[in-house]
């Protein structure tokens, strides 16, 4: 039996009520089975009352990429066959033929052949086209294969525009059984057996392919990838997911990444408008189809599709970890229902909607992509303590600040709600030293004690602002955290406030002051709409007199600073996502940092900036990053690399499956910057 870990639509970034109606206006639409996968995980799981999920059900043309993509894939990935080989290479009739000839493989497998078609939905077929969908044919009838590779005429010379053509797949399927012929596999039912269906674990009694028997021709068993298939709803989850990680199963590599990408990328001699409004494009890709031409505007283009006749659907969108798989009868019956623009308006253009709170900032100028290392190589210390802001001191030190927990060993011999220490190291092996003060350290669990909400050195001092103080209260060291003075309170917002750090000792600063963002709002424990902004000079940190908020924009674009904080405006809005802060300066880049977890769910983005005041546009958004209860998202700025390329989060969290993250983790990031 076929398991997956399931979860919440909300956990993974989707909205629960949206998807509950996607899938029940979808069950009223003829559908037997919908299933949809975020992350790895399912969401959704809907069947009919007459279905299950271990079923086999028939996909018609769905065939196409699930065995037909799936057996060229490994012919491929295995060194039997290869995209651009020529067709006649394993179909000697067609070698003195001067169109036939120039077929290749690639060709057959995305409509591009030139091969006529003949499709089962005609109710008019006579001669060799109503003998290809023959289930029984009787004994002078001709096989698909025979049709295929004998009787299909040229419709255009290969590779010059698109024509859906069932026996260029009918070819297709010949061509892969005689690649095979010098392997350990006699024909594609073997090959996808061994490699493929039983390392999914998908049940034998779950799939069968090619209308459940080969068709003879020149002496080998040819599975028909046209069609014939019948496949569980489950089964061909299994599949999508495969194509989803890249050929990845586990630590097995079923299917070579460099194999997938063509496959699963547009074909661009294969732009078509059958089956559409006028204006409409679709591309195909190997044995399948893409979103190139975004004929589907609320998905990426990155869209790898199947679709078979009845609306069999299986869609993977590798940008957003989507997976979709319905199984049916055809939603709308009726000559006039366009088969592409009801796979468009019911499973494709609801998708954009029910992804939950997308950031309202547009993609970063600066970095085009974030990439995480495995969690399995998060590094983590100090263990039972949490929070961590992180600045770098004059000295060279990284120094940090820890709550509700016993720091690094060993530990203190009392739970602080606020202690200190300093990490000694490199983020791949550090050690943390904790740091002792009567003046500084505070007790009290949770909201009842201080904590630090952000630290910074300054010209040789070090500046902390502490949350949980009502509302926050700034305090001062000028012996690396040795001995502390307390100072002024924010009476008014700023209940959570962090600092800009740029470089060593404040290296960097583009001015002389210093800027504090915080939740427009009194409480460290809540979501908020917005957050704002106060600066003050260098020199006059102590003083709250000298703070100015931030009020807006002028109509030059210049920002307006006022000393009253009743006056005060939003710098950055994202309802119900702005929570506990860190905000650097990435010098490679020439940005400011904002970087707000959501909640305590795991949810968190990165946003920059040219000026601390906007505009945003977005680095890295997530509405759940699969780490459990995460929260507080430092970059120590001593961890950036000299290209901005290489950066090392450090967070916190609880425990989720066996790892507790309340501790100091580090997880590596490394950009890829637009140049």
Known sequence: MITFEYDEPHHQGMNTQLIDSYANQLMKMNTKALLIMRNNKLIKECYSDDYGPEIPHYTASLAKTIVGGLALAVAVTEGYIAYQDLACTYIPSWQRDPLKSKITIRHLATHTSGLEDTSALDTELSGWKRMFWQKEPSPSALDPITCSLEKAQMMHPPGTKFLYSNPGFGALSYAITVSLQQS??????????????????????????????????????????WGGGEFSPRAILQIARLYLQKGQWGDQTLLNAHVLKPMMAANFHSITQEGFPQGDLLTSSICGFSNHCAIFPNIPDCMFLGAGAGHQVMMVIPSLELIVVRLGNRMIE??????????????????????????????????????????????????????????????????????????????????????????????????????????????????????????????????????????????????????????????????????????????????????????????????????????????????????????????????????????????????????????????????????????????????????????????????????????????????????????????????????????MCVRSMTLELID
């Not at 003879?216 to 599975?223: F, H, K, P, S």
């Not at 009476?491 to 800027?515: H, R």
């Not at 809540?526 to 002028?554: C, M, S």
């Not at 490679?588 to 940092?593: D, G, S």
């Open 184 to 225: 350990p596999y006699p024909n594609i039912q073997a090959l996808l057996q061994e490699k493929i269906f039983n390392p999914l674990g998908i049940p034998d009694s779950e799939w069968h392919i090619g209308y459940n028997k080969p068709f003879q021709y020149n002496g080998l068993d040819v599975y028909g990838t």
């Open 334 to 663: 009726g000559k006039n229902a366009l088969f592409w623009s009801e796979i468009k308006e019911w499973i494709c253009d609801p998708i954009q909607e029910m992804l939950q709170h997308q950031s309202p900032f547009p993609a970063s100028e600066k970095v085009r992509h974030v990439t995480f290392e495995p969690a399995d190589r998060i590094r983590i210390s100090g263990e039972d303590s949490d929070n961590w802001p992180c600045t770098w001191a004059n000295d060279g030190g990284l120094y940090t600040s820890y709550g509700d927990g016993y720091g690094f060993l060993p530990h203190t011999e009392k739970k602080l709600s606020l202690g200190f220490a300093e990490i000694i190291g490199t983020p791949q092996s550090f050690e943390g030293v904790n740091l002792r003060t009567e003046t500084g350290e505070r007790e009290g669990d949770g909201s009842s004690g201080e904590k630090a909400s952000g630290l910074l050195m300054v010209d040789g001092v070090m500046y902390m602002l502490a949350r949980n103080a009502g509302n926050s209260q700034l305090a001062w060291s000028a012996d690396m955290g040795r001995t502390w003075e307390w100072g002024f309170k924010f009476e008014t917002s700023f209940g959570c406030p962090t600092f800009v750090n740029y470089g060593q000792n404040y290296a960097g600063a583009p001015d002389d002051y210093v800027y504090i963002y915080s939740p427009h709002g009194t409480s460290a424990y809540e979501e908020y709409d917005h957050i704002v902004l106060a600066r003050v000079n260098r020199y006059q940190l102590k003083h709250l007199t000298e703070y100015e908020y931030f009020k807006g924009i002028d109509d030059s674009g210049t920002p307006i600073w006022t000393p009253l904080i009743s006056e005060m405006k939003p710098v950055f809005t994202f309802p119900n996502h702005c929570h506990r802060l860190e905000a650097i300066y990435h010098a490679a880049t020439q940005r400011y940092w904002l970087v707000s977890a959501c909640n305590h769910e795991g949810g968190w983005g990165i946003f920059d900036s040219p000026t601390p005041y906007g505009p945003w546009s977005t680095v890295y958004f997530t509405e759940y990053w699969g780490l459990g209860k995460t929260h507080a998202y430092r970059f120590p700025t001593k961890w950036i690399s000299e290209d901005g390329t290489q950066l090392h989060l450090v967070f916190s969290g609880r425990r989720f499956k066996s790892i507790d993250y309340d501790a």
